[in-house]
């Protein structure tokens, strides 16, 4: 991915993270005017209820400004477009799909086929040059090993990205 690429991501990224916390905003203000007590029962059950839609709604917002902030991170850090699991790159068409994404195309299924609990705290272990090459394509194309281009420099920078990340 050429630089002038990388740059309309970002600045598109940047203009969907001012667009979130535009509407963050919003919900403040309108939930504290909204605070005034029902005199019915029923009214203040659908005021509740909308409340909580509200808020979910923007507890998802804030996940997604949190992607995007990450995505960002990594674009200034030369980190983007590199799986956070294996090392290897993402695709071009699904970086431009969905510029938040972390992880490769076959780690991604491998990550939707397992329980989903694994995080990115740690870079993967170094392998053993014999267990490092790819083992037999799966019925989905999948590899059980997917190649690690220059550990040393990967894991590296990895570690750079990850110590940005713990920062607030």
Do not use: Y
């Not at 059950?45 to 998802?60: M, S, T």
């Not at 997604?64 to 990594?74: F, L, V």
């Not at 999948?142 to 990967?154: Q, V």
């Amino acid at each position: 991915m050429n630089t002038r690429q990388m740059k309309r991501i970002r600045g598109m990224l940047v203009q969907r993270l001012e667009a979130l916390q535009g509407t963050a905003g919003r919900t403040v203000s309108s939930l504290a005017k909204d605070g005034g007590p029902c005199a019915d029962w029923m009214d203040h059950a659908a005021l509740e209820h909308d409340r909580q839609v509200e808020l979910a709604i923007r507890g998802r917002e804030r996940d997604a400004a949190q992607e995007i902030r990450q995505a960002i991170r990594r674009i200034d850090q030369g980190l983007f477009g590199v799986c956070l699991v294996c090392g290897a790159s993402i695709a071009e068409k699904r970086l431009v799909a969905e510029p938040t994404t972390r992880l490769c195309r076959s780690c991604q299924e491998l990550e939707e086929m397992g329980d989903g609990r694994r995080r990115f705290a740690a870079p993967p272990p170094a392998v053993p040059a014999a267990a490092a090459e790819p083992r037999r394509e799966g019925p989905m194309g999948l590899t059980a090993r997917p190649k690690r281009p220059d550990k040393a420099e990967f894991q590296s920078r990895l570690q750079r990205a990850l110590a940005g990340a713990e920062r607030p």
